[in-house]
């Protein structure tokens, strides 16, 4: 089946040790996005690639990086990560409204958490 | 004015009644409205969505009302099941911009 898979699904990390996380779709997608979401709250969008264009939000911290090597791989590196970035982060595609005249329907993956100590 | 509200934060329904969550918008440039499901430790799943030009859109025990003149939106759940138990979204967007997500609302079905 066609999806959006994210590695790891758990992630611990220590204090000021860099990390990675990584996504991959199936569905050919071009556009992928980057959120993270803390308990009780909804998704926030920290950046997207459309195609090869990067496009980050205006609060989203220099700490958080990304990079899109290939349509299928999307991957998060947060520099120095600090206890306020323990979160789920989640990976989500779309097709640009291509394919679904206009609408911006998101498939997203599973999450991974990320734990800092 | 790119907001989505969302009410109310919290649900508990009986089993077999009617859930209602309510979401309210300002920018009358959205035209796709979305409802997506999250379970704990999963990622949101698209539910159903709904464009302007409808009032209503039915998918199972699952429908959107629509009011564009109130720019407002609900999501009903007929029939409420315990595995309807989760987390809802709803969100807005326009032409293939991204996503204004509402709050959530943790939505919890008694046996």
């Known amino acids: 089946d066609a999806m959006v898979i994210q590695n790891p699904r758990y992630q611990v990390t220590q204090f000021g040790k860099p990390v990675t996380l990584s996504c991959s779709q199936t569905?050919?997608?071009?556009?992928m996005y980057w959120y993270q979401q803390k308990s009780s709250q909804a998704p926030k969008l920290l950046f997207h690639?459309?195609?090869?264009?990067?496009?980050n939000e205006a609060d989203t911290p220099d700490n958080f990086q990304s990079r899109r090597p290939n349509t299928s791989f999307c991957f998060l590196d947060i520099r120095s990560p600090g206890l306020g970035d323990a979160a789920m982060y989640l990976c989500?595609?779309?097709?640009?409204?291509?394919?679904?005249?206009?609408?911006?329907?998101?498939?997203f993956g599973p999450g991974t958490r990320l734990t800092v100590l | 004015q790119q907001q989505v509200k969302q009410s109310p934060q919290s649900l508990i329904v009986q089993k077999g009644g009617i859930s209602i969550i309510n979401c309210a918008y300002e920018?009358?440039?959205?035209?796709?409205f979305p409802w997506y499901q999250q379970f704990p430790g999963k990622g949101p799943a698209l539910l159903i969505a709904?464009?302007?030009?409808?009032s209503e859109k039915k998918e199972g025990r699952f429908t959107i009302s629509f009011n564009k003149s109130a720019k407002q939106f609900s999501l009903h759940i007929m029939d409420s099941q315990p595995g309807d138990s989760a987390t809802y979204f709803c969100?807005?967007?326009?032409?293939?911009?991204?996503?204004?997500f509402g709050q959530g609302t943790r939505l919890t079905i008694n046996p």
């Open positions: 920018n009358t440039a959205f035209d796709y």
């Open positions: 969100a807005a967007s326009w032409g293939a911009q991204k996503l204004v």
């Open positions: 709904i464009r302007p030009d409808v």
């Open positions: 989500a595609t779309s097709d640009g409204g291509k394919a679904s005249g206009g609408s911006n329907e998101q498939f």
């Open positions: 569905l050919n997608h071009n556009v």
């Open positions: 690639y459309y195609d090869k264009d990067f496009n």
